[in-house]
């Protein structure tokens, strides 16, 4: 069971927009920076968001991050085939000194 | 452009070890702990712990505390992970990550392409 909750899927079709949410608590989430990571099928995972909405070099700007309280979004416009991926976001837990996951959502392109 | 590259598939018998390899290159070594993280077959991450290359200081998951040990050698930049008495539910893909770290927070900005260790008599 993961520490931070996430929807098992989401949908969408070329060219739009979808959100990811990530909920935790004050413990977590609420008192962290969040960071998100992309894994496409069969492969390591990526680093796509840190410190909330920071991007490393080489995301396109489609991605973005949010956090609002003891919650955050991943947000992906313009959507491509090639995004379909499992996304993760995770925080560093102070209390464990370790990064918390949620448990991933699939991303399908329809 | 930092890259760790880990060492090749294990397949091991209940209650073996297996010692995992991951070689960074590209950065300093000693300025970034090491994380383990593991993946199951069809499911999320799970953390194991990390190390510190700079003083050997090292946490690990309470979960696999007395059979995970992790080292490193700075001398040829390589982080070693150790989990001993396997079982079968410690089939996984096994990554090596860095942890990047500010003053609040960490992620974990390069990964290793993963090790998949199979447990299976």
């Known amino acids: 069971q993961s520490v931070l909750t996430q929807p098992p899927s989401v949908s969408a079709a070329p060219g739009q927009k979808v959100t990811i949410s990530c909920s935790g608590s004050?413990?977590?989430?609420?008192?962290?920076?969040i960071s998100w990571y992309q894994q496409l099928p069969g492969t390591a995972p990526k680093l796509l968001i840190y410190?909330?909405?920071k991007r490393p070099s080489g995301i396109p700007d489609r991605f973005s991050g949010s956090k609002s309280g003891t919650s955050a979004t991943l947000g992906i416009t313009g959507l491509q085939t090639g995004d379909e991926a499992d996304y993760y976001c995770?925080?560093?837990?102070?209390?464990?000194?370790?990064?918390?996951f949620g448990g991933g959502t699939k991303l399908t392109v329809l | 452009q930092v890259q760790l590259v880990q060492s090749g598939a294990e397949v091991k018998k209940p209650g073996a070890s297996v010692k995992v390899s991951c070689k960074a290159s590209d950065y300093t070594f000693s300025d970034y702990m090491i994380s383990w993280v593991r993946q199951a077959p069809g499911q999320g991450f799970q953390w194991m712990g990390w190390?510190?290359?700079?003083?050997?200081?090292?946490n690990y998951a309470q979960k696999f505390q007395g059979r995970l040990t992790m080292t490193t050698d700075t001398s040829t930049s390589t982080a070693y992970m150790e989990l001993r008495s396997l079982r079968s539910d410690d089939t996984a893909v096994h990554y090596c990550a860095r942890l990047h770290c500010s003053t609040t927070t960490c992620s974990l900005d390069y990964w290793g392409q993963g090790t998949l260790v199979t447990v299976s008599s």
């Open positions: 004050s413990s977590n989430i609420g008192n962290n920076l």
């Open positions: 190390i510190n290359p700079y003083n050997g200081d090292t």
């Open positions: 410190d909330n909405n």
């Open positions: 995770g925080t560093w837990s102070s209390s464990l000194t370790a990064v918390v």
